[in-house]
């Protein structure tokens, strides 16, 4: 049995970008100056932090943190920098970042034209692949169903152990396709199956983006607002990549390093970021403030606010983790941009559901909690919102249901795992083999007779 859909005719047009079209302008001379500058002080921080003097271990130890906390700040400008190519073209939807992160430059209209073909012509499922395989055994468990999807679509792709470029190109193009029809899939059959829920499958439209059709397959009438569709659209871009360090980028990286194919490699990324410290973060965020407007009477009072911030800093409230979940990040400090970026289209869709006063909370909070933080921890490194923080927000005001949240940013991230995947590919051909040394004390060997 074969599954595979022929690319060559549109991939043709895209495969050969122009050199010439990303040329230097004032904009990007701007950026890299502004990069240059917060480079240039935060290393002058660290000269001057030679000359601090360290009487006491708490000395040492403030040296040791604004030390990092400096490195952390050169780390995100650079980071930041190398961003903001694809912030720039927010507006234009996911599939532009998407061209952009697996090609390395921005398309032209025609090269997007055939890139956005390219992925609706993918929106396709083998003949009877819902019923026969996302249908049976449905789980709330939406990761483990799109890792036994992922995997399962390889017997039917006659050349899945080929590790070739153009091979693997076609079928991270095929995966990226697919993600939201097998996220959605998945959950219907598990709300009727296992909820008691009405079953219903709509089919993507060909001439709707990847935000759209996610909207249009979940929903029962298949409406939505173009708003809804924007922030979707926005959010899927903000989770689509964060360099190579990241647990399941690294996953990928690690993975495809071994020689594997590609449905091996994505379900090991699936398998990562299923985590909840790594894509499972936006719902605790929601149920950290769902527990806050039970817990705290006035929620428009800061100070209020503050001693529920208090209180889960210290193992007194919600799930006595003793974390404000949304805030902090290992690399960003003073911001995460992709928090601001998102600030913005959450406030407008807050207005246009309702929830003004909800987000005005989140906002009062995002405030807050820095200098809560920083008195309950002793913490010299500034703190910021991530963009779990107002995504899980996004998702609820946009009525999805919990059991997707991570499949969402699985369905973003599949961009993001698949340029990785190829980067791996093109760059080395040596296993990634991190060495590891054992701390513990040698010990003789004691026969089994001794013992």
Not at 59 to 84: C, G, R, V
Not at 385 to 395: C, E, K, P, T
Request: include cysteine; hydrophobic fraction near 40%; glycine fraction near 6%.
């Amino acid at each position: 049995m074969s599954y595979t859909i022929n690319f060559s005719k549109q991939m043709s047009g895209i495969l050969h970008p122009n050199p010439n079209m990303l040329k230097s302008t004032k904009e990007k001379m701007e950026r890299q100056s502004e990069r240059d500058s917060k480079v240039a002080f935060f290393e002058a921080q660290k000269e001057n932090l030679k000359n601090m003097k360290t009487e006491t271990v708490e000395d040492i130890a403030k040296k040791l943190e604004m030390f990092h906390t400096y490195e952390d700040e050169i780390a995100a400008a650079k980071q930041e920098y190398n961003s903001s190519q694809m912030f720039h073209i927010m507006d234009e939807a996911e599939e532009e970042a998407g061209y952009l992160l697996l090609f390395g430059e921005l398309p032209d209209a025609k090269r997007l034209g055939d890139f956005k073909a390219l992925l609706a012509q993918g929106r396709t499922l083998p003949t009877n692949f819902t019923r026969d395989v996302i249908m049976k055994a449905p789980t709330h468990d939406m990761m483990n169903s799109l890792s036994r999807s992922v995997l399962t679509l390889a017997s039917y792709d006659s050349n899945a152990d080929d590790i070739s470029l153009p091979n693997v190109l076609r079928q991270c193009l095929m995966l990226i396709s697919v993600f939201p029809m097998l996220a959605v899939y998945s959950y219907h059959a598990y709300n009727h199956y296992e909820c008691g829920g009405s079953m219903y499958i709509h089919y993507p439209s060909d001439s709707l983006s990847t935000a759209s059709n996610f909207l249009r397959m979940l929903r029962p009438d298949m409406q939505y607002t173009p708003l809804e569709a924007s922030v979707l659209d926005l959010a899927l871009v903000l989770h689509m990549e964060h360099g190579g360090g990241n647990n399941s980028s690294f996953t990928t990286h690690v993975v495809t390093s071994s020689g594997t194919d590609t449905y091996s490699a994505i379900s090991a990324a699936l398998g990562s970021l299923k985590g909840p410290k790594h894509g499972g973060a936006n719902y605790k965020v929601v149920q950290m403030f769902e527990d806050m407007k039970k817990n705290v009477s006035d929620t428009t009072d800061e100070q209020a606010v503050a001693d529920y911030l208090v209180k889960l800093l210290r193992r007194e409230a919600f799930d006595q983790k003793g974390l404000i979940y949304g805030m902090g990040h290992a690399v960003y400090s003073i911001s995460d941009p992709r928090a601001q970026v998102f600030k913005s289209f959450v406030g407008q869709l807050a207005h246009e559901k309702g929830r003004d006063a909800d987000f005005a909370l989140y906002t009062m909070v995002e405030e807050v909690a820095p200098r809560v933080i920083a008195q309950e921890r002793h913490i010299y490194k500034g703190v910021s919102a991530n963009v779990d923080f107002y995504s899980g927000f996004v998702y609820s005001m946009l009525g999805l249901p919990p059991e997707l949240y991570t499949p969402v940013f699985a369905m973003a991230r599949i961009v993001g795992w698949s340029a990785h995947r190829l980067e791996e590919l093109i760059n080395t051909d040596k296993i990634i083999r991190p060495a590891y040394r054992c701390v513990q004390p040698a010990e003789p060997y004691i026969s089994l007779k001794e013992r």
